[in-house]
Antibody
Framework: QVQLVESGGGLVKPGGSLRLSCVAS????????MHWIRRAPGKGLEWISI????????KYADSLKGRITMSRDNAKNLVYLEMNSLRDDDTATYYC???????????????WGQGTLVTVSS | SYALTQPPSVSVSPGQTATIACSGH??????VCWYQQKPGQSPVLVIH???RRPSGIPARFSASNSGNSATLTVSGTQPMDEADYYC?????????FGGGTKLTVL
C-alpha cells in the first residue's frame, strides 16, 4: 500500500524540541523530493520545508528558518523534521508529503500522510 | 514574498456548480495545484499543472488559470465535496499555499 505515516508528535513545553518521523511504504522514497507542511488549529496549510533526493538541498520557510532541520534516510524509507525552540504558535498537525516533479514549477504534492499533532504548551 | 488569496468561504446547493478563486500576481505564469481537505483527513491533490486531474479524481473537478487568477470548478456539487480547498503554486523554489476556502454544500 502506497502511504506515508508520520509519528513523533505530542505535548512539549515552550522552548522544547521534538523530532518528527515519516515512514514511506509502497514506493521508492529515493525517487522523490519530500516536504513537510503544517496546519495550525483554525488556520490553513503552511509549507515548512523541502529536501531533495540526495539530501544535498534543503529549503525552509522563512518563518521557521533556524529552528528546524529536515533530513532523510533513503535506506530506511524515513524522512525527519527536527524542531527546536518550540513556541505556542508551533502547535499544529504536521504532515509529510511526497513531491511529484522535484522542485520544478509544475511539481505537486501527490501523497500526504495522516499527520501528527504537535502541541506546545506549558 | 509571494501571496495567493482565496475567499474564506463559498456556498453551493447540491447539484449546482461551485467556483473557487485563487489570485496572485501574474499567476498565469505559474502552475497551480488544488488540494481538498475534509475534516479530520489529510489533504488530497485534486488538480495539478493548472487543470490536470490525478487518477481517481472525479471529472466534476476542473480548473483553469489565466491572468492573475486561477479557478477551481466543481460541477454537479455533491455533499461529499464539502471540504476546505487550497490552491498552491511555487515561487522562488518554495511552495506557497492560498489561505484556503471552505466549500459548504447547503
Amino acid at each position: 500500500q502506497v502511504q506515508l505515516v508520520e509519528s513523533g508528535g505530542g505535548l512539549v513545553k515552550p522552548g522544547g524540541s521534538l523530532r518528527l518521523s515519516c515512514v514511506a511504504s509502497g514506493f521508492n522514497l529515493r525517487d522523490y523530493y519530500m516536504h513537510w507542511i503544517r496546519r495550525a488549529p483554525g488556520k490553513g496549510l503552511e509549507w515548512i520545508s523541502i529536501i531533495n533526493i540526495s539530501s544535498s538541498y534543503t529549503k525552509y520557510a522563512d518563518s521557521l528558518k533556524g529552528r528546524i532541520t529536515m533530513s532523510r534516510d533513503n535506506a530506511k524509507n524515513l524522512v525527519y523534521l527536527e524542531m527546536n525552540s518550540l513556541r505556542d504558535d508551533d502547535t499544529a498537525t504536521y504532515y509529510c508529503a511526497r513531491g511529484h516533479g522535484g522542485d520544478d514549477s509544475n511539481a505537486a504534492l501527490d501523497l500526504w500522510g495522516q499527520g501528527t499533532l504537535v502541541t506546545v504548551s506549558s | 514574498s509571494y501571496a495567493l488569496t482565496q475567499p474564506p468561504s463559498v456556498s453551493v446547493s447540491p447539484g449546482q456548480t461551485a467556483t473557487i478563486a485563487c489570485s496572485g500576481h501574474k499567476l498565469e505564469t505559474k502552475y497551480v495545484c488544488w488540494y481538498q481537505q475534509k475534516p479530520g483527513q489529510s489533504p488530497v491533490l485534486v488538480i495539478h499543472q493548472d487543470n490536470r486531474r490525478p487518477s481517481g479524481i472525479p471529472a466534476r473537478f476542473s480548473a483553469s488559470n489565466s491572468g492573475n487568477s486561477a479557478t477551481l470548478t466543481v460541477s454537479g456539487t455533491q455533499p461529499m465535496d464539502e471540504a476546505d480547498y487550497y490552491c498552491q503554486a511555487w515561487d522562488s523554489s518554495t511552495v506557497v499555499f492560498g489561505g484556503g476556502t471552505k466549500l459548504t454544500v447547503l
